[in-house]
């Protein structure tokens, strides 16, 4: 489960299908993701920080977008 990146949606007030709107993904991505079912692409990645005002290394465990 990546918990970072659901506080983050949680504490912009999104609900995962908010989220998936803004990011212009479909809401099962999205929670594929959340729940760390499926690892994201780093374009994912740094469209979801942006999104969210972080960085993708606060979001996806320390990891680099590259």
Known sequence: MN???????????FT???FA???KDHES???????GVWIPDPARKIRYA????KKV???FDGQKAF
């Open 3 to 13: 918990f970072e990146l659901l506080r983050a949606i949680k504490e912009k007030g």
């Open 16 to 18: 995962q299908r908010d």
């Open 21 to 23: 709107t803004l990011v």
């Open 29 to 35: 991505i999205v929670s594929r993701i959340v729940n």
């Open 50 to 53: 942006k999104v969210l005002g």
């Open 57 to 59: 290394e606060d979001l």
